[in-house]
């Protein structure tokens, strides 16, 4: 069994200079009309040209940013890691709920994925079809399951989540589970996926959950 991550306050970052700045609103700009490109037309039939038009930034500067194309999808996996360090920030200097974090953060990582059933599938295309993409999108999700693994563990010792959970373990279900979600999603979007989420996320809780008497307890 593996151990029960610790829980620690992640440090501030540094403010950021005027140059450093910069950089990430023109990364974040360039990102940005990729997506609303993939989301539009698709991934395959979106150009570099297309995205640095959009994005009113020169080939040179996308290239400065994005060794090519495909390397938009690792700039997409570190904003959606970003929302999960964030969501465990928020956790750990609140009392919030457990589940009500939980919550909002399935949800705000499907908000640039869930733009459209299109912009979905080609965003699995873009993972699946570069190596190198696919290398970072891994380190991603590990990353992404050591915060996860520090919010459950959070969880288990205020009472709301079940004793003899491995907090690595859930996390991992958790992301099977959301990213099954997102795929079916796209396959078949016969509802929205804010709904199909809801359904999805209180099944998982209901398993995770802890049970009445031991929450209760825990808050004595």
Request: positive net charge; without cysteine.
């Amino acid at each position: 069994m593996e151990p029960t991550p610790r829980l620690k306050a992640l440090s501030p970052s540094r403010p950021a200079g005027r140059r450093a700045r910069r950089q990430a609103e023109t990364r974040a700009r360039i990102l940005r009309a990729a997506l609303d490109l993939f989301a539009r037309q698709g991934f395959s039939a979106t150009t570099v040209e297309q995205i640095t038009e959009a994005a009113d930034v020169g080939k040179g500067t996308f290239f400065n940013y994005f060794p090519a194309k495909e390397d938009v999808m690792a700039g997409f996996g570190e904003m959606q890691l970003a929302k999960v360090e964030h969501a465990l920030e928020q956790a750990l200097r609140t009392r919030r709920p457990t589940r009500a974090v939980w919550r909002h953060l399935a949800h705000a990582l499907a908000r640039e994925p869930g733009r459209s059933p299109g912009l979905l599938r080609g965003l699995l295309v873009a993972n699946l079809s570069s190596e190198s993409v696919s290398r970072h999108m891994l380190r991603n999700l590990v990353r992404g399951r050591e915060f996860l693994a520090q919010l459950i563990a959070r969880g288990k010792q205020r009472g709301e989540l079940r004793h003899d959970l491995n907090p690595t373990e859930v996390a991992r279900v958790f992301q099977q589970t959301f990213f099954g979600t997102l795929v079916l999603w796209a396959l078949h979007p016969s509802d929205k996926l804010g709904s199909r989420l809801d359904k999805t996320f209180d099944l998982f809780w209901a398993g995770v959950a802890a049970p009445r008497r031991q929450n209760h307890e825990m808050q004595r």
